[in-house]
């Protein structure tokens, strides 16, 4: 079955830099675009960003191009997330997903930036 687990999360400063990974199970994940998603405490889920399966093309909101990079391992079934000048508003929580039939989504990992 499908699996994605996410880490990285954290505690960070203002301006400092996290690196999310997610690792990937249960599926080729060579043939799959992955994608990154937050949720902040009281809003909607939103879409951060969006990695083709090899890697050619990759889309970010607006809110965190120029911040954030997204990659990904094939040889490693595992997918990235870069995230560097973070600031309060990056505060959420951060899923992994991606599309089979169906939404899959992974358990989420705590982003926190604060002083």
């Known amino acids: 079955q499908v699996q994605l687990v996410e880490s990285g999360g954290g505690l960070v400063q203002p301006g400092g830099s996290l690196r999310l990974s997610c690792a990937a199970s249960?599926?080729?994940?060579?043939?799959?675009?992955m994608k990154w998603y937050r949720q902040a405490p009281g809003k909607e889920r939103e879409l951060v960003a969006t990695?083709?399966?090899?890697?050619?093309?990759?889309n970010y909101v607006d809110s965190v191009k120029g911040r954030f990079t997204i990659s990904r391992d094939n040889a490693k079934d595992t997918v990235y997330l870069q995230m560097n000048s973070l600031s309060p508003e990056d505060t959420a929580i951060y899923f992994c997903s991606m599309w089979r039939g169906q939404r899959y989504w992974g358990q989420g990992t705590q982003v926190t930036v604060s002083s």
């Open positions: 249960g599926f080729t994940f060579s043939n799959h675009e």
């Open positions: 990695i083709s399966s090899f890697a050619n093309i990759m």
